[in-house]
């Protein structure tokens, strides 16, 4: 081939490739454009009617789905809604509102989901004068928590202080009580004028079937952790890493349905969903209803109900951005996801694992995953604490507080701090020891600006 041939050649391809790459640019924006408009349309005023602002405030995405729910429901009865974040709700927003609903979670011990705490600092410490307002209130929570819906009801105290109007009782949802969504859909029926009851069926399961269950801390001084893994029978449905699962337990006599949330720790390219469990037992040695379930009686080959659920507030960050993640125990799950996740790029920010355990001989959970993605470097560092090994660095709070000028400068650097597991062993403790490591205003700053996410249990 002479020279002009093959420079022929290679400019042909180079223009070829070229409108591909412009042919797929064009179809990404239409097809997005087509999705908002398609969203717009579903969620758009009916002509003379004002549009509902729905402002949700949801740690673990709950909230978030029932906004997004709510919206849907408004729109089919031909009024308009408009869902907005807490974390993007100001008092121009409110000042500029007629109507409100507000879908509230109370998380930690009776606090503000870490996307509302800009709103609880700024907005709610001043009074305005909100009597053009009105508003309705859906608090969720769980009565076991002694602050039960407490965040719920302190943005319905404040919007009473400033005046505002109430359209109906305030609704509390104690621990996704069916009955009180219900009522709730009831209400949102009163604005529509809609007669039918909303076709508001709780989300649909799909067939899961068990295809793996792993002792992974044979030998542990604590309880053990498992792991399961599930295929899909139905169909493979499309989650992120972060997301969580709702796994329908099995009804039993007399006792109302219940289910359980886990975070998954894989995802869909691995074509199936993947959970760290602990098995809990009760003071008198009887397992734990669902977690019993799932590591003892379930058998490998057997069906469970479950459906993934997005938890949007612990998706990953861009890929290119610095990753700190910590965690202890199960809490390893949801960490595992965004590493896999990562690990799907070829270049990336660098990601920094400091994880909590027992003992180093028998609870180095997926160990074997760590190492490859150290070699692979996916994980640039890692740093684990065992507490019953002795030692100074006990816990994984103690490993924050020793690295605390690295933890300063990789958030230096852009990182974001992902945490995931117990609220009470774990994530008060890291929280302090974060705090002092950045100061308490960087740590404000870094959670406003979505760089400091937690799934906490
Ligand atoms: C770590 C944690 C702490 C919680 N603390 C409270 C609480 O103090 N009071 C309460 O009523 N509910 C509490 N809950 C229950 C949540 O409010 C409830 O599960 C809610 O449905 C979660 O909604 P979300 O997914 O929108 O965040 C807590 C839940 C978690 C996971």
């Known amino acids: 081939m002479t020279a002009d041939v093959s420079r022929w050649l290679w400019t042909a391809v180079t223009v070829a490739l070229w409108l591909g790459l412009v042919g797929l640019t064009v179809w990404r924006v239409r097809a997005a454009a087509r999705r908002a408009a398609e969203q717009g349309r579903a969620l758009a005023p009916a002509a003379g009617e004002d549009t509902v602002l729905i402002a949700f405030a949801s740690q673990t995405g709950f909230g978030e789905e029932l906004a997004w729910m709510t919206a849907r429901a408004l729109g089919d009865g031909g009024v308009g809604a408009r869902p907005l974040s807490f974390s993007d709700l100001n008092l121009e927003t409110l000042k500029g509102a007629r109507r409100l609903l507000v879908i509230a979670s109370t998380t930690g011990e009776g606090d503000a989901p870490d996307g509302a705490a800009r709103f609880v600092r700024q907005a709610m410490k001043t009074e305005v004068d909100l009597s053009h307002l009105s508003y309705g209130l859906l608090a969720l929570g769980d009565r076991s928590y002694d602050a039960f819906c407490s965040f719920g009801h302190a943005v319905g105290d404040w919007l009473d202080a400033c005046g505002a109007q109430t359209l109906f009782d305030r609704v509390e949802v104690d621990d996704g009580d069916a009955g ?64 969580i699962a709702e796994v329908g337990l099995p009804v039993r006599d007399g006792e109302p349905s219940a289910s359980r949330e886990y975070s998954v720790a894989s995802l869909p390219s691995d074509g199936r969903v993947e959970f760290c469990i602990r098995l809990m ?79 180093q001989a028998h609870d180095a959970l997926y160990d074997a ?39 300063a400068d990789w958030v230096d650097r852009g990182a974001y701090v992902y945490v995931c597991g117990s609220l009470e062993g774990m994530s008060k403790g890291v929280h302090a020891a974060l705090e002092a490591a950045l100061g308490e205003e960087r740590l404000t700053r870094l959670t406003d600006a979505g760089r400091y996410r937690r799934d906490v249990y």
């Open 281 to 359: 037992t009760y003071p008198d040695g009887k397992p734990g209803l669902a977690s019993g379930w799932l590591t003892q009686d379930l058998e490998v080959g057997g069906e469970t109900a479950m459906r993934v659920r997005a938890n949007r507030g612990f998706h990953a960050p861009p890929p290119e951005a610095p990753i700190i993640l910590i965690g202890n125990g199960t809490g390893i799950a949801g960490l595992r996801g965004h590493l896999k996740a990562r690990a799907q790029h070829d270049k990336t920010g660098g990601a920094w694992l400091l994880f909590g355990e027992r003992t």
């Open 180 to 243: 009180a969504i219900r009522h709730w859909q009831h209400q949102l029926n009163q604005i529509t004028g809609s007669t039918t009851a909303p076709d508001w069926t709780p989300p649909a399961y799909d067939r899961w079937r068990l295809v793996e269950r792993r002792l992974l801390n044979a030998g542990s001084p604590g309880g053990e952790a498992w792991h399961l893994a599930f295929e899909p029978i139905d169909h493979a449905p499309d989650w992120a890493a972060g997301d």
């Open 369 to 407: 995953d760590l190492q490859a993605c150290l070699a692979t470097g996916v994980l640039t560092r890692l740093d684990r604490s065992f507490s019953r090994d002795g030692g100074e660095n006990r816990y994984v709070q103690s490993l924050v507080a020793e690295h605390a000028r690295t933890v």
